[in-house]
Each structure stands twice: as C-alpha cells, then as structure tokens.
C-alpha cells in the first residue's frame, strides 16, 4: 500500500542518506521519457521538508536539463536495497542551475564540488509516496565506480570546456544550458 505526504519527514530523510544509487526520472511534451540511474557518493541532500538538490557531473547527454527547462517536472526514485524494504518517490518541480547562475554559490556550498560538476539540480519537492519494496532484491553496495571523477579529473579545463559548450540540445532538440566553467573538484 503506497502512503503519500506532502513533506519529506525524518525518516524519509534518514532513508534517503543511506541510499548509494537513485533514480531520476523527467519528461517534457513530444519527448522521450528520460530516466536516469544516479551515484557517487554524497551527491544527494536534503535541504528541507520540501527541498532537494543533486549534484550532476557532465556525461553522454543532458536530457534532465532540458527536460526541466522546458518542463519542470521531476520524480526521484530511492530503493531501498538493503533491510527493510522500502521505495521512496519524490514528486516535484526542478531547475538546474549552474556555475554561472545567481543561486549557484548558495546551492553549491550545500555540497563537495567533484570535477567534472556541471550544475547543480535544484528540485521543490510536492510530495512524497513510500511503498513496500518487497519484489526489490536485497543487495549490497561492492564499491563506487570512480571511472567518471577519474575521467575528469584527467581533462583539459579548455578541452572540456569546449566539449560541454558544444552540448546545447537534447536527443529530442530541446535546448540547453552549457556551463560557463571547468570545475576541478575540491
């Protein structure tokens, strides 16, 4: 039986900062529906009853982005693969915003800037909704692929800097942001 609530309580909160990997799931109209599994550690927080943010490293695409901006509306998705089971699903409004934007230093102080960090989603949360999780298998975290960090890590702040200026549509042609800067991490 799925229970909703119109805020993220303690628990959903003490839930969600054990979870190693999440799900991100956009739309906008005439478009593919994108979902997207998230890791790295401690790229997730809460930052109220009714506020999240995440930290995205730039990779093949930027569907969220897009996504976001022509539409706004977001579902994170948390199971929970350890004991008990647990689905969390947050259902809200987001935007990203990146280095160049007015909100980025208030935003990106909530997190450890990685390199590779392109922006920063920012997502109202409306509501949440919890359910069993019991056809989810109990599994354990092995280890962090570092393969991405590591990747740019290696890059040339110029050479990424072009790469990610020339990613400015979807796979569907909706427009992007690209970022203004290389960020090396912390």
């Known amino acids: 039986m799925a229970d ?6 303690a628990d959903h909160a003490a839930m969600i900062a054990r979870q190693a990997v999440y799900f991100v799931a956009t739309a906008a109209a005439d478009t593919r529906i994108n979902l997207s599994p998230k890791g790295l550690a401690d790229t997730f927080r809460v930052l109220g009853p009714n506020r999240v943010a995440y930290l995205d490293l730039a990779g093949s695409g ?13 579902t994170i998705m948390m199971c929970n693969f350890e004991q008990p089971a647990l689905i969390l699903r947050l259902y809200g409004r987001g935007k990203p915003v990146l280095p160049q934007d007015a ?21 109202a949360v409306e509501s949440v909704q919890t359910s069993c999780g019991w056809g989810v298998p109990v599994m354990t975290l092995d280890k962090e692929r570092e393969t991405l960090v590591k990747y740019h890590a290696q890059s040339d702040p110029a ?5 990610v200026a020339g990613r400015t549509r979807s796979i569907d042609g909706l427009p992007t942001r690209a970022t203004d800067r290389y960020i090396a991490g912390e």
């Open 103 to 123: 909100e980025w230093a208030e935003l990106a102080g909530h997190f450890t800037l990685l390199p590779g960090t392109r922006q920063i989603f920012d997502i």
């Open 4 to 9: 909703f609530s119109d805020c993220i309580t």
């Open 159 to 163: 050479t990424w800097e072009a790469k």
């Open 62 to 74: 930027n569907e969220t982005h897009a996504h976001l901006a022509a539409d706004g509306r977001i």
